[in-house]
């Protein structure tokens, strides 16, 4: 009788550490709403991740455009003062930023389609 009620003691103990908060269900609810939203093609180009699916993801990818526009703002203004070699640097960074984030979005497709293939068939 007593290891009978222990046991019992100890389900509702799991039982209650498995229980969903309240903060929990708000956070994957708002995950969901980023996913569910339809992302501005903009902030895909400039992920470093196929898709944007957490905010991180999406502050990342914000970071980046900005980043973009700042090189290309400041590429444009040393040109205009005639700053042609800091110009022409400037121009190859804002060449490389986007070429880049495409090889890493590349290769994280890649590794998850390996990793796709390494499981086994049954499952």
């Known amino acids: 009788m007593k290891e009978k009620e222990?046991?019992?003691k100890r389900e509702i103990k799991r039982e209650r550490r498995e229980l969903i908060t309240r903060?929990?269900?708000v956070e994957l609810l708002s995950e969901?709403?980023?996913?569910s939203q339809h992302t501005p093609?903009?902030?895909?180009?400039?992920s470093p991740n196929p898709h944007l699916?957490?905010?991180?993801?999406?502050?990342v990818a914000l970071f980046y455009s900005l980043l973009f526009?700042?090189?290309?703002?400041?590429s444009l203004l040393t040109f205009r003062y005639r700053f042609f070699k800091t110009s022409a640097l400037?121009?190859?960074?804002?060449i490389f930023l986007p070429v880049c984030l495409k090889i890493c979005r590349h290769r994280k497709l890649k590794r998850k389609r390996e990793r796709r293939f390494l499981l086994p068939i049954s499952m």
């Open 6 to 8: 222990i046991e019992k």
């Open 41 to 46: 093609v903009l902030l895909a180009w400039f």
């Open 90 to 94: 400037l121009l190859f960074f804002e």
């Open 69 to 74: 526009c700042f090189l290309l703002i400041s």
């Open 53 to 59: 699916s957490t905010r991180k993801d999406v502050s």
């Open 32 to 35: 969901r709403h980023i996913r």
């Open 23 to 25: 903060a929990k269900i």
